[in-house]
């Protein structure tokens, strides 16, 4: 696994792997990883000839009040587990290099950036977006591996890289989860044991939410109130948002039928955590 940490040799790095035919896959991370991010770097090397990993914990997709400072980090662990996967790149760029004093231009997906996440985090996904178009223009890849466990972020991905003309396949995977349901995510680390316990809840109120549709439910109103006193019924959850929205435009939907997008935010304690499943034919 070679390490790369300049922006230019990794640019040099893909190109000259490009020129000799491969099919480059790329797996953003901000690290800390997880069987999520692994099921990712999976899907990757057998779709690619080549696979290149990034770590970088992006700053500007953080307010000031977020939790930059103290979100997980751990690329010595990140190093060994990615070992065993035998990808052939880990990018690591340094902040001041990606977003050297000067920096002025940002990418913005209007419409889906301001829905969901974005109404609490109104910022977070034009830092996302500009940070991605920088990496894939870097890493050029040609597919490059999401998780719908961060739904809207990968339509947003996908709405960029086609306005855009990016020449990548940007490819959606499913949500890894624990035992309980819970969706794996770096953040879980930070949850003491009983926020870790009632967390489960939230899994629990999105099965809840399949049930019922597929038992016949069709009330939208009636089912968003029971998911709602679900997920209240654990005093060590505060519910951000709890939508059911068109899965492609975010648009809120006003009843049952065709799929449905349930998506939630919630806190545990400072943690803020994320979860959606989609429903319905
Ligand atoms: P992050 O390091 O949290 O920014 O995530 C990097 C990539 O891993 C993103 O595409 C996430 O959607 C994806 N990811 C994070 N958690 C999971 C999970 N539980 N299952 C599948 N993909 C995930």
């Not at 739904?151 to 995977?173: F, G, R, S």
């Not at 879980?188 to 870790?196: I, M, Y």
């Not at 809840?201 to 999105?206: C, D, R, V």
Request: some cysteine; glycine content about 6%.
């Amino acid at each position: 696994m070679r390490e790369i940490k300049n922006l230019r040799e990794m640019y040099l790095y893909s190109l000259k792997a490009k020129s000799h035919g491969k099919k480059v896959g790329f797996v953003p991370t901000m690290g800390a990883l997880h069987e999520g991010h692994l099921s990712l770097i999976v899907e990757a090397k057998k779709k690619c000839d080549l696979v290149i990993v990034s770590i970088f914990v992006n700053p500007i997709q953080f307010a000031p009040s977020e939790d930059f400072g103290s979100y997980p980090r751990n690329v010595g662990k990140d190093k060994k587990l990615l070992k065993n996967f035998a990808i052939d790149a880990l990018f690591l760029p340094s902040a001041d290099k990606m977003f050297p004093d000067g920096f002025k231009t940002f990418v913005e997906v209007e419409a889906l950036s301001k829905k969901m996440c974005g109404r609490s985090r109104p910022t977070h996904f034009r830092g996302v977006a500009t940070v991605v178009t920088k990496l894939f223009n870097i890493v050029n890849p040609d597919l490059a591996f999401f998780g719908e466990k961060d739904y809207q972020q990968q339509l947003i991905i996908k709405q960029l890289a086609a306005d855009l003309n990016l020449p990548v396949e940007v490819v959606t995977l499913p949500t890894v989860r624990e035992f309980d349901g819970l969706a794996m995510s770096s953040r879980n680390t930070k949850l003491n044991p009983k926020e870790r316990k009632s967390a489960a809840i939230l899994y629990k109120a999105l099965s809840l939410a399949r049930r019922e549709i597929e038992g016949g439910e069709h009330d939208l109103n009636k089912l968003l109130f029971r998911l709602r006193s679900l997920i209240g019924s654990e005093p060590s959850v505060r519910l951000d948002y709890l939508v059911a929205a068109d899965p492609k435009t975010l648009q809120e939907v006003k009843k049952i039928g065709g799929k449905v997008l349930f998506a939630l935010a919630a806190y545990l304690g400072k943690t803020r955590l994320i979860d959606n499943i989609v429903v319905g034919e």
